[in-house]
């Protein structure tokens, strides 16, 4: 490990956990999600605390973190549980950008058992929706959700592509989603009653915790399904689908991971932004990372801040259409400057990390054709988008 680009933490000597950022000096890390970092640390029970290169603030808790405690702490792991991101080969005849983003599905639009009775997503339904939760099933969310046609692009590990069976120019569909109201109401029931102290039952919370994991990985599939059948494709079986919003038990610790993907030997996803390539990367975290890896870009600005600078420097119909060439389909302006590229930060000096401090190996990069957020209604009437907004 090249030991010069690992940030220590100084902690308070109360403190018996442990800080580690794998960051290196020229990545830019906001002081507040440091701050938050040290707090966690301080909590009781925790062991060891692992930021990654993506780290930046987030509700209460550091996102792009992972950390090891003798304590379960629900919301260290938020509200989303069971976020991730999967990876779906596609065969299509044709790939215009152009063609191809009129042809997405409104994914704001819940699959119902009886209406969409006769959809051929629900193939990939094997037995009952975990906890019965039909809420929002088959649809992607909001924030920095997205369904996405990708292009390989660089191969940069040539026999670990071929084992997945990708090659340059292949089509992939990327599918960033997570439980869709589960997590929230399971983090919910805990807060109005614990805040943010430890969950009273582990067992009885790991229950519910691991339904919203595969209600999440099931939710990925049905996506993919949609928008595959939608673009001439067929559904296929994911290469990647790794949770990046969870805890597992490991090592006698409870190993809560908050924007952080599962690095101990598994391929993942790290997303860029819509504007620049993502990375399927080798990963292979140690214990000194708490066995992870960065789960993408990592936001730089705020959402306000996104949305202020973003209305000062560019209009709708540039962020529509990517530096890259790809468009994004999203009806909703706000979330366009929200998501713009420049809100987050480079995805290159991510990997660099990742790379320098040895938890993970590119294998190839994808590039961005059409991402999807929301359905793109159009052009609204004035007083439509008056009740848009208020609602």
């Not at 005849?93 to 629900?122: M, N, S, T």
């Amino acid at each position: 490990m090249s030991q010069q680009h690992v940030r220590r933490e100084s902690l308070p000597q109360s403190s018996p956990a442990t800080l580690t950022v794998f960051a290196s000096p020229t990545s830019w890390i906001e002081s507040e999600a440091l701050a938050q970092c040290h707090q966690v640390a301080a909590l009781d029970g925790m062991v060891h605390v692992a930021a990654m290169p993506d780290l930046h603030p987030g509700k209460g808790a550091p996102i792009g973190a992972a950390m090891a405690s003798t304590v379960l702490y629900p919301f260290l792991v938020g509200s989303d549980i069971g976020c991730g991101i999967a990876v779906f080969p596609i065969k299509l005849k044709r790939a215009v950008p152009e063609k191809l983003a009129a042809r997405f599905p409104d994914l704001d639009r819940p699959l119902d058992p009886e209406r969409d009775a006769d959809d051929p997503a629900w193939a990939v339904v094997a037995g009952e929706v975990p906890a019965g939760h039909l809420d929002g099933l088959g649809t992607v969310g909001r924030g920095n959700h997205f369904v996405e046609l990708s292009r390989i692009g660089t191969i940069l590990d040539p026999g670990h592509a071929s084992r997945l069976g990708l090659d340059t120019g292949d089509l992939v569909l990327i599918v960033h989603s997570g439980s869709r109201g589960l997590g929230e109401r399971i983090l919910r029931a805990h807060t109005e009653v614990h805040g943010a102290g430890p969950a009273p039952d582990a067992a009885a919370y790991l229950a519910m915790h691991d339904a919203a994991v595969r209600w999440g990985s099931l939710n990925r599939r049905l996506l993919a399904a949609r928008v595959a059948h939608a673009l001439g494709g067929r559904s296929t079986e994911p290469i990647v689908d790794q949770c990046h919003n969870l805890v597992e038990i490991r090592d006698g610790a409870y190993l809560h991971r908050k924007g952080a993907a599962p690095g101990d030997g598994r391929d993942v996803l790290v997303a860029g932004t819509r504007g620049t390539p993502s990375y399927l990367v080798a990963a292979h975290a140690g214990p000194e990372a708490n066995h992870s890896v960065a789960h993408g870009a990592g936001r730089k600005m705020s959402r306000a801040d996104a949305l202020r600078r973003g209305r000062a420097k560019h209009t709708v119909e540039e962020l529509r259409r990517t530096p890259v060439g790809s468009l994004v389909v999203c009806g909703d302006r706000q979330l366009l400057f929200e998501e713009a590229p420049t809100a987050y930060k480079r995805i290159e000096q991510v990997i660099d990390d990742l790379v320098h401090h040895g938890l993970a190996t590119p294998v190839a990069t994808t590039v961005p054709l059409v991402t999807y957020k929301t359905p793109d209604v159009g052009p609204a009437p004035r007083a439509d988008r008056r009740k848009r907004g208020r609602r």
